[in-house]
């Protein structure tokens, strides 16, 4: 059974930096693709980012394009994503999410079924 379990979330002041990380276990992490969404209160759950098996390939929405940083560490089996110059318009629901395929496709939102907790960005101003 693929488990994801997200940490790192919190309270932020807008120009900050935050780490989040999701460990993954229940199947060979670096067989598959991993990314993270992100839902707004409101909103529907978007694709921010993802990143291929090996690490090589990485996607970014626009809206986090030259800010954030997506990262793996398969050794640890777990994926990272590195949040800097935070807007307020970050405030969120951030959620790990595993792909179900073998091959990498950057921004396939369907491929990801299997998905952490979700943990809480919030970026004051």
């Known amino acids: 059974q693929v488990q994801l379990v997200e940490s790192g979330g919190g309270v932020v002041q807008a120009g900050g930096s935050l780490r989040l990380s999701c460990a993954a276990s229940g199947r060979t992490f670096s067989s598959y693709p991993m990314g993270w969404f992100r839902q707004a209160p409101g909103k529907e759950r978007d694709l921010i980012s993802t990143i291929s098996q090996s690490g090589s390939m990485t996607y970014y929405a626009d809206s986090v394009k030259g800010r954030f940083t997506i990262s793996r560490d398969n050794a640890k089996n777990t994926v990272y994503l590195q949040m800097n110059s935070l807007k307020p318009e970050d405030t969120a629901v951030y959620y790990c999410?595993?792909?179900?395929?073998?091959?990498?496709?950057?921004?396939?939102?369907?491929?990801?079924?299997?998905w952490g907790q979700g943990t809480q960005v919030t970026v004051s101003s």
């Open positions: 999410a595993g792909s179900n395929a073998r091959y990498y496709s950057p921004s396939r939102s369907t491929d990801y079924t299997y």
